[in-house]
């Protein structure tokens, strides 16, 4: 099936891939997560497994995963506002900005809206030990409108690599290097759910504001899946339960260290057709390229 992007590009009909959102149950959010904020912007619907969280003039709105996890497999299926929707942020990330508030963590992926109607970009973002001064941001159109119905957007992250995946396909992949291990996210971290406002940077760098007279923004998260380690503090990391009932290893299991052919020629497919920005070809910003980016 051929399916409609933004006016950037034109139709295309992404390649097939392994379904791994297929491999692990959903997690009610009513039972893994806790309200993070704008708790009167957040409502649970069908019996605790789906949300719909609000921003307008008031609040954003934000869930976060009451366990920490030490690797595994995240996703969340998500329904993006329609309409314009320029400096409005929906992320679904892993941080732990709260435990490590000097030298945290963060594996970000974030939905940018536009000043033009259903125009969303996907943005993606890694920090390491408190590396907020190096952003490592790739941006990309999807090649299908985000407000029409979910879609699953996922991530993976065990001690190989961090792979960023759009409706199964992988988009980016950061890879463990022990050269400079310094880069890589290495510490337990959180789930989080979120809309908020972004006017000073989202959409074309903070040039279109959100415009609350089209509020409130409403996205919808569903099918949440958060399997791998739950990390226990008072006891060896080795020692981490795996979360979730599934046979499936997103920490040490052979689909999930390495990618498969199939894999790689669809996120070639998509860093060709669809990438329109990386930091690792940024040098008017980067006198020296991060050492990952050579």
């Not at 959102?21 to 069908?46: A, E, M, R």
């Not at 609350?212 to 791998?228: H, L, T, W």
Request: hydrophobic residues 35%; glycine residues 6%; negative net charge.
């Amino acid at each position: 099936m051929t399916l409609l992007v933004s006016s950037h590009s034109r139709p295309y009909s992404p390649p097939s891939v392994v379904h791994l959102t297929d491999y692990f149950p959903h997690v009610s959010i009513d039972q893994g997560f806790s309200k993070s904020f704008g708790g009167s912007n957040i409502q649970l619907i069908s019996n605790g497994s789906m949300a719909n969280l609000a921003l307008d003039k008031t609040s954003g709105a934000g869930l976060v995963s009451k366990n920490k996890y030490y690797y595994g497999f995240f996703s969340a299926a998500i329904k993006l506002p329609s309409g314009l929707s320029s400096g409005v942020v929906v992320a679904f990330y892993l941080s732990n900005a709260d435990t490590f508030p000097h030298n945290h963590d963060e594996i970000d992926i974030e939905l940018l809206g536009h000043d033009k109607r259903n125009d969303w970009a996907f943005q993606t973002n890694i920090y390491a030990n408190g590396s907020v001064s190096t952003g490592r941001e790739e941006k990309f159109y999807l090649w299908f409108d985000p407000t029409v119905q979910h879609h699953q957007y996922s991530i993976i992250w065990n001690s190989y690599h961090t792979v960023f995946l759009v409706d199964n396909i992988p988009v980016r992949e950061f890879i463990h290097n022990s050269a400079f291990s310094y880069v890589y996210p290495s510490k337990p971290m959180s789930v989080y759910a979120t809309i908020w406002d972004g006017s000073d940077w989202a959409t074309h760098g903070g040039k279109y504001p959100v415009n609350y007279k089209y509020a409130p923004f409403v996205a919808s998260f569903a099918n949440v899946e958060m399997s791998g380690c739950i990390w226990n503090p008072t006891a060896p990391i080795s020692s981490c339960s795996k979360a979730g009932t599934s046979s499936a290893d997103p920490v040490e299991g052979p689909e999930f260290v390495k990618l498969s052919e199939q894999q790689i020629e669809a996120m070639d497919w998509a860093r060709r057709k669809l990438m329109f920005y990386s930091y690792c070809k940024d040098t008017s910003r980067f006198k020296v390229l991060p050492p990952e980016c050579k």
